[in-house]
């Protein structure tokens, strides 16, 4: 029995190391060149810049959506590749929405990384159950040490627009921070 006890015990560690390099190995997405990409801001959320590829362009549209929101909104978009919109969150937390689980989710990956001096909690998933090839959503909520938040929300058609997305939520940066 004595020698079971120290078996069954290295094969749980062995598990549970495999389980977590699997998850470690895990990224949001790869890091892409930004280099080409366009410097872009927004009137409609002030006080913020990233980095897009230079296909995406102001939404004109959105803007009759974002006329109903409370939160001040600002979106682009690339013809029908993709999407993403910066929501200047409330300070009242009890106004945020949660970012969504990965119940019900296939394709589901949350990570959380530094962005300048931020955290960005990221969430992207497949939309529909069981696709690799998308549609993809990318959810993502960066939080500033002194409290202030921006919501990023984005659609993507295929792979290499959920990459760019995912790269252009890490360019995000506050003016001053």
Same mark, same amino acid.
């Given at each position: 029995?004595?020698?079971? $006890?120290?078996?069954?015990?290295?094969?749980? *560690? &062995?598990?549970?190391?495999?389980?977590?390099?699997?998850?470690?190995? $895990?990224?949001?997405?790869? /890091?892409?060149?930004?280099?080409?990409?366009?410097? &872009? #801001?927004?009137?409609? =959320?002030?006080?913020?810049?990233?980095?897009?590829?230079?296909?995406?362009?102001?939404?004109?549209?959105?803007? +009759?959506?974002? +006329?109903?929101?409370?939160?001040?909104?600002?979106?682009? =978009? %690339?013809?029908?590749?993709?999407?993403?919109g910066l929501i200047r969150s409330a300070h009242d937390s009890s106004a945020r929405?949660?970012? &969504? @689980?990965? =119940?019900?989710?296939?394709?589901?990956?949350?990570?959380?990384?530094?962005?300048? @001096?931020?955290?960005? &909690?990221?969430v992207h998933y497949d939309v529909a159950q069981g696709s690799q090839n998308g549609?993809?959503?990318v959810r993502a909520r960066i939080r500033w040490p002194d409290g202030e938040e921006?919501?990023? #929300?984005?659609?993507?058609? %295929?792979?290499? /627009?959920?990459? $760019?997305?995912?790269?252009? =939520? /890490?360019?995000?940066?506050?003016? *001053?921070?």
């Amino acid at each position: 029995m004595t020698l079971r $006890q120290p078996a069954s015990l290295a094969l749980a *560690g &062995v598990l549970l190391v495999a389980s977590a390099s699997a998850v470690t190995a $895990q990224s949001c997405a790869a /890091r892409l060149d930004v280099a080409d990409w366009a410097l &872009v #801001r927004s009137a409609d =959320v002030p006080g913020f810049t990233l980095r897009l590829p230079r296909a995406f362009t102001r939404d004109s549209t959105a803007a +009759a959506s974002a +006329a109903l929101a409370k939160s001040r909104t600002a979106w682009w =978009v %690339d013809a029908t590749r993709g999407r993403l919109g910066l929501i200047r969150s409330a300070h009242d937390s009890s106004a945020r929405t949660e970012l &969504v @689980s990965a =119940v019900g989710r296939s394709g589901y990956l949350r990570c959380e990384e530094r962005v300048g @001096s931020a955290v960005a &909690v990221i969430v992207h998933y497949d939309v529909a159950q069981g696709s690799q090839n998308g549609p993809f959503v990318v959810r993502a909520r960066i939080r500033w040490p002194d409290g202030e938040e921006l919501d990023i #929300r984005g659609d993507a058609s %295929d792979r290499e /627009r959920l990459a $760019q997305l995912l790269t252009a =939520v /890490r360019t995000i940066r506050r003016s *001053g921070a």
